[in-house]
């Protein structure tokens, strides 16, 4: 069983920043890619952006040049910086990880509970 777990979500005000984390935690043998995806008001759940285990980065074209996603392999966790904010970024943030649980497995995806940003004044 694979847990993740986010934090960092709350309220800011329009043009503020925000950083969010996640860890994930359990039965890991290997974490291949990591990301953030977002549900905001009125639409399906989106890319933020993800990350590979080496390193490469894709971005939404909303989070290009506002947002930054990185991650600690050893640690098993990833962050989402997110700056310059804007009331339509207000959602719910969810950490995405496809995880080998062990070396004969399937790669698998695991979500987090998500975790609430409001951007607001």
């Known amino acids: 069983q694979v847990h993740l777990e986010e934090s960092g979500g709350g309220l800011v005000q329009p043009g503020g920043s925000l950083r969010l984390s996640c860890a994930a935690s359990?039965?890991?043998?290997?974490?291949?890619?990591m990301g953030w995806y977002r549900q905001v008001p009125g639409k399906q759940r989106e890319l933020v952006a993800s990350i590979t285990a080496g390193g490469r980065t894709k971005y939404a074209n909303f989070a290009e040049g506002r947002f930054t996603i990185s991650r600690h392999n050893a640690k098993n966790t990833v962050d989402l910086e997110m700056n310059s904010l804007k009331a339509e970024d207000t959602g719910v943030y969810y950490c995405?990880?496809?995880?080998?649980?062990?070396?004969?497995?399937?790669?698998?995806?695991?979500w987090g509970q998500g975790t609430q940003v409001t951007v607001s004044s």
């Open positions: 359990g039965s890991i043998f290997n974490i291949r890619d």
């Open positions: 995405n990880a496809f995880v080998v649980t062990s070396w004969h497995s399937p790669t698998d995806p695991y």
